[in-house]
């Protein structure tokens, strides 16, 4: 449990998980080339780890000049219900710490702007079904797909975007009714 945390809660492995995610499969080659500003070796090493932990899998394999390389696909990217109670928590939690240490690094910066750098925070309550969830969400993945996908140039920024979902206090999920 203790290394998907680390996993979920590290900027460079979220970058990777999004991008095996919006190509469904990838090899750590087709990585660097999509992430030129991560070093080869941070690649192979985040890959193992996640492999490790389940993360991701090996779907296939090609051999180039004698060497096998892997091609890797998803594999347990939300919280499952094998994760639900502690286990659960404790991945929240973490990430949730996470954007908490970003937040405070960034306010003690002396060059911190929140205008210029587009910080913000929103909170939506929507009452859906969850047809009608799980369709928002698709548009959601599929806007975020179009500009993840983008080639980072000198005048890119990293910005870390997080999407967040859980029932309102106290109330129950429609399937629950």
């Given at each position: 449990m203790e290394k998907l945390i680390k996993i979920l809660t590290d900027p460079i492995s979220n970058r990777i998980i999004q991008l095996i995610r919006i190509n469904k499969r990838l090899t750590v080659s087709e990585i660097l080339i999509r992430m030129p500003d991560i070093?080869?070796?941070?690649?192979?090493?985040?890959?193992?780890?996640?492999?490790?932990?389940?993360?991701?899998e090996v779907i296939d394999t090609h051999r180039?000049?004698?060497?096998?390389?892997?091609?890797?696909?998803?594999?347990?990217?939300?919280?499952?219900?094998?994760?639900?109670?502690?286990?659960?928590?404790?991945?929240?939690?973490?990430?949730?710490?996470?954007?908490?240490?970003?937040?405070?690094?960034?306010?003690?910066?002396?060059?911190?702007?929140?205008?210029?750098?587009?910080?913000?925070?929103?909170n939506y309550a929507l009452s859906l079904s969850d047809i009608d969830f799980a369709s928002m969400l698709n548009e959601m993945y599929a806007v975020v797909d179009k500009y993840q996908g983008r080639q980072i140039?000198?005048?890119?920024?990293?910005?870390?975007?997080?999407?967040?979902?859980?029932?309102?206090?106290?109330?129950?999920?429609?399937?629950?009714?």
């Open positions: 070093p080869r070796a941070t690649v192979y090493r985040k890959t193992e780890r996640m492999l490790k932990a389940d993360v991701i180039i000049r004698g060497q096998i390389e892997n091609v890797y696909a998803l594999k347990n990217y939300f919280i499952s219900p094998s994760q639900n109670g502690t286990d659960g928590m404790k991945i929240m939690t973490s990430t949730l710490i996470q954007i908490f240490e970003l937040c405070s690094s960034y306010f003690k910066r002396d060059d911190a702007d929140v205008n210029r750098d587009k910080l913000f925070v929103l140039t000198e005048k890119s920024h990293i910005r870390n975007l997080y999407l967040m979902s859980m029932p309102s206090g106290g109330e129950q999920n429609e399937q629950e009714k």
